[in-house]
């Protein structure tokens, strides 16, 4: 029997590519929502808000500046 694949399209799934999209060679952005799961753990600085493509809202984002010990 063939499974179908699910084709995951949505906003929330195109976000880790648009942000990189944005981010200047060797920079990593990361969305409010992966800097609360991951606050105690880096270091970051607040970047401009970006309008991205099939997102609706401008979106602030986060620069990685270095991992926590």
Do not use: H, W
């Amino acid at each position: 029997m063939r499974r179908k694949r699910k084709r995951i399209s949505s906003a929330r799934s195109q976000l880790p590519s648009r942000l990189c999209d944005e981010a200047k060679p060797g920079q990593i952005l990361i969305s409010p929502r992966v800097l609360m799961k991951v606050e105690n753990t880096v270091k970051v600085e607040p970047v401009d808000e970006f309008e991205l493509k099939g997102i609706r809202r401008p979106l602030a984002a986060y620069n990685v500046i270095a991992a926590l010990a």
